[in-house]
């Protein structure tokens, strides 16, 4: 099967300082995370062909859209690109069927409104679509630029901040039908963010930015594993994401268990089936570390594992210390002291103590 990732390689002095290399296959979700000023919408309007940049190769599978050494840059409507902007860009005067015919000029005119119809029952707005954008909520004005943005047909999908504008609560619903559309239309999908509840809800892969250079690019687990990226570490905490599948659900003890990697951990959650996939973060300040298993306590998960990495910054009052238990990596902010107490180096035996309300589990179409 042919090759259908996109990949990209960014360098530039200005106006905004670039320096990144990386890949996105169909079906993964890479987010693009950093402060504002970072670079992260440039990389994506260099990838859409609406920005130049100095020095750099964007190709998506076979076809090459950029290639400053060969003087190769196509035009933004000749790459299959769905952009879902910040602001949404709908079309005031348009309807929600209209505005996403807009993106329907390759096919034949009479097939426009009854793809368009499609679309919009893809995201499920089947009865909005004779409404304007002043019309609609800023949810379903998002899931009408969703919407069109797949009316291109895209060999790849590109979303810049698209929940910035709508409250949690819907915030949460929208997160959930872009990780249904993952599923559904195996494309590579790039996710601009400066919120870490989009990276633990949505992607696969992440690529952290700090002032337009890629400070590390990986798998979401890897990264989020990892003891020495102390941006994260200031920006939102560190703490270790994995993918889980729900196993023997405990309502009576408001309890389930959950399956990671050879663990199995116990997490406070009366509704979550047993089979359900979730994602699960532990944040490296609730977990404790111990030398032997304790007795007598009010905590569910005691966790055998071995140090693998200490990472104490001068920087930083704690220490970070990443164990592996099981298939998983886990990380445990400690004080100097505990480290000295315990004797915590590479390749110590220990145990991990994690209380079940430390560990937020988020519901998740992943597989």
Same mark, same amino acid.
């Given at each position: 099967?042919?090759?259908?990732?996109?990949?990209?390689?960014?360098?530039?002095?200005?106006?905004?300082?670039?320096?990144?290399?990386?890949?996105?296959?169909?079906?993964?979700?890479?987010?693009?995370?950093?402060?504002?000023?970072?670079?992260?919408?440039?990389?994506?309007?260099?990838?859409?062909?609406?920005?130049?940049?100095?020095?750099?190769?964007?190709?998506?599978?076979?076809?090459?859209?950029?290639?400053?050494?060969?003087?190769?840059?196509?035009?933004?409507?000749?790459?299959?690109?769905?952009?879902?902007?910040?602001?949404?860009?709908?079309?005031?005067?348009?309807?929600?069927?209209?505005?996403?015919?807009?993106a329907l000029g390759h096919r034949p005119r009479a097939e426009r409104r009854v793809r368009a119809e499609q679309l919009l029952a893809q995201v499920h707005l089947s009865s909005h679509a004779d409404r304007r954008p002043a019309e609609l909520s800023g949810g379903e004005r998002?899931?009408?630029?969703?919407?069109?943005?797949?009316?291109?047909?895209?060999?790849?999908?590109?979303?810049?901040?698209?929940?910035?504008?709508?409250?949690?609560?819907?915030?949460?619903?929208?997160?959930?039908?872009?990780?249904?559309?993952?599923?559904?239309?195996?494309?590579?999908?790039?996710?601009?963010?400066?919120?870490?509840?989009?990276?633990?809800?949505?992607?696969?892969?992440?690529?952290?930015?700090?002032?337009?250079?890629?400070?590390?690019?990986?798998?979401?687990?890897?990264?989020?594993?990892?003891?020495?990226?102390?941006?994260?570490?200031?920006?939102?905490?560190?703490?270790?994401?994995?993918?889980?599948?729900?196993?023997?659900?405990?309502?009576?003890?408001?309890? %389930?268990? /959950?399956?990671? +990697?050879?663990?199995? &951990? $116990? =997490?406070?959650?009366?509704?979550? !089936?047993?089979? @359900?996939?979730?994602?699960?973060?532990?944040?490296?300040?609730?977990?404790?570390?111990?030398?032997?298993?304790?007795?007598?306590?009010?905590?569910?998960?005691?966790?055998?594992?071995?140090?693998?990495?200490?990472?104490?910054?001068?920087?930083?009052?704690?220490?970070? %210390?990443? /164990?592996?238990? +099981?298939?998983?990596? &886990? $990380? =445990?902010?400690?004080?100097?002291? !505990?480290?000295? @107490?315990?004797?915590?180096?590479?390749?110590?035996?220990?145990?991990?103590?994690?209380?079940?309300?430390?560990?937020?589990?988020?519901?998740?179409?992943?597989?």
């Amino acid at each position: 099967m042919a090759d259908r990732s996109i990949s990209v390689r960014l360098h530039q002095a200005s106006p905004i300082p670039l320096d990144l290399d990386f890949t996105c296959a169909p079906g993964d979700v890479l987010a693009i995370f950093g402060p504002s000023g970072s670079g992260k919408t440039t990389i994506l309007r260099s990838i859409a062909g609406l920005h130049r940049p100095a020095q750099g190769v964007v190709r998506s599978g076979a076809q090459t859209w950029t290639d400053t050494s060969a003087g190769v840059f196509a035009p933004p409507h000749q790459r299959a690109v769905g952009f879902v902007f910040q602001e949404y860009a709908l079309f005031p005067h348009l309807t929600a069927a209209g505005n996403v015919m807009t993106a329907l000029g390759h096919r034949p005119r009479a097939e426009r409104r009854v793809r368009a119809e499609q679309l919009l029952a893809q995201v499920h707005l089947s009865s909005h679509a004779d409404r304007r954008p002043a019309e609609l909520s800023g949810g379903e004005r998002q899931r009408v630029a969703v919407a069109r943005a797949l009316a291109r047909e895209p060999a790849v999908l590109l979303l810049d901040e698209p929940f910035a504008a709508v409250d949690r609560d819907v915030r949460r619903r929208l997160q959930d039908e872009i990780d249904g559309l993952r599923q559904t239309i195996d494309v590579p999908m790039i996710l601009v963010t400066h919120d870490f509840d989009d990276v633990v809800r949505l992607a696969t892969h992440l690529l952290i930015l700090e002032k337009g250079r890629a400070v590390a690019w990986g798998t979401l687990e890897e990264l989020t594993s990892r003891p020495d990226l102390p941006w994260v570490r200031t920006a939102v905490g560190l703490g270790s994401v994995f993918d889980a599948v729900v196993g023997r659900s405990l309502p009576s003890r408001g309890l %389930v268990e /959950l399956n990671i +990697g050879g663990a199995t &951990l $116990l =997490a406070s959650d009366r509704t979550l !089936a047993s089979g @359900t996939a979730v994602r699960v973060r532990i944040p490296a300040r609730e977990v404790i570390l111990a030398n032997r298993p304790p007795e007598g306590i009010s905590l569910h998960n005691t966790l055998a594992g071995v140090v693998t990495e200490v990472h104490a910054d001068a920087a930083f009052e704690h220490v970070i %210390v990443q /164990l592996a238990v +099981g298939e998983i990596q &886990l $990380l =445990a902010e400690v004080t100097r002291d !505990a480290v000295a @107490t315990l004797g915590i180096a590479s390749g110590l035996p220990i145990h991990a103590l994690i209380k079940s309300v430390s560990i937020d589990v988020v519901h998740s179409h992943a597989t």
